[in-house]
């Protein structure tokens, strides 16, 4: 049974491409008598909203969609995440990283032409080199810190993955991808304001919700090879991935939460239809 889910974060209202991404998931499952599910992340303690979360209810309702119950939070799901980095850390595979983000950026600028992942310009491995005894010695001294994954730690585990494309990607890649874990550099696990990464909580939490279908914009098709290092590292099974076309702007770029006018909260207001929602993302559609 094929099983999809939408995952907001209740940081915001939907705008047209969050419904482009619910519609496609929803119709998806639906069709085939398989199972949608809502999961919040709501990791960001800081600016999830429980007024956004209801919002987030009522734009979907509003469209038409329903969900199973019940919703799961990622905010309730802080010991699953934390069992997790114990096993990453127990076979050795994440370091401690005390750079800033500004000394990040200025180290990248130092080295000039710094190889790109899919989350941008990848961090130089500078705590990578540290010793056992600097990094105890920093951390007993109180300095805040990172946890990022050492990805030739990684490729030595798992060698080279790959994961089943149903969409496509950004330059119209389908089919079955490779994925390389040198790629994308050292990404960052966890921080100390955040028990959990994006990428880790999504693989952590899709397997324990059974999902096996993952229908999202191509702008996330780059995350898609981290998530699929950590299903490997973490014995999570792999589902199958379906990218879609994005919504833009008026300017051409994609939407954001800043573009309160295109929020399904204002269309509503200003007297749009479902129907009409629909008809918009036919026309603002990347092609």
């Known amino acids: 049974m094929i099983v999809t889910r939408f995952a907001p974060s209740p940081t915001g209202y939907l705008h047209l491409g969050h419904a482009l991404a619910a519609l496609t998931a929803w119709e998806t499952a639906r069709s085939a008598e398989g199972r949608f599910l809502l999961r919040f992340e709501d990791i960001d303690r800081a600016r999830a909203r429980p007024e956004y979360e209801n919002a987030i209810r009522d734009d979907l309702a509003w469209l038409g969609i329903t969900w199973a119950e019940p919703v799961l939070r990622q905010s309730e799901r802080f010991p699953a995440y934390r069992a997790a980095l114990e096993t990453l850390e127990g076979e050795g595979l994440l370091y401690p990283c005390f750079c800033t983000r500004s000394e990040v950026a200025a180290e990248i600028a130092r080295a000039g032409e710094a190889p790109h992942g899919p989350e941008g310009p990848l961090y130089p491995g500078t705590c990578r080199r540290l010793s056992e005894v600097e990094r105890v ?17 990684a490729r030595a ?52 919700q059974n999902v096996t279908l993952v229908t ?33 702007g008026e300017h051409g770029r994609k939407l954001s939460k800043r573009d309160a006018a295109m929020s399904l909260r204002a269309l509503r207001e200003s007297g749009m239809t479902a129907s009409g929602v629909r008809d918009m993302l036919v026309l603002r559609c990347e092609d």
């Not at 585990?157 to 790629?183: C, N, Q």
């Not at 050292?186 to 324990?208: G, N, Q």
């Not at 699929?228 to 973490?234: G, H, S, T």
């Open 137 to 153: 010695g920093r951390i007993a001294e109180g300095a805040t810190y990172a946890l990022r994954l050492d990805n030739l730690k």
């Open 157 to 208: 585990r798992v060698g080279a993955l790959s994961f089943e494309e149903h969409g496509r990607g950004p330059s119209g890649e389908t089919g079955r991808i490779a994925v390389d874990p040198l790629s994308f550099g050292d990404i960052v696990i966890a921080r100390k304001d955040t028990p959990a990464s994006y990428h880790l909580s999504v693989v952590v939490d899709d397997a324990s």
């Open 216 to 248: 999202r914009g191509f702008d996330l098709f780059g995350a898609t090879r981290v998530q699929r290092v950590l299903q490997a590292l973490l014995d999570l099974p792999c589902p199958q991935y379906a990218h879609h076309r994005l919504v833009l």
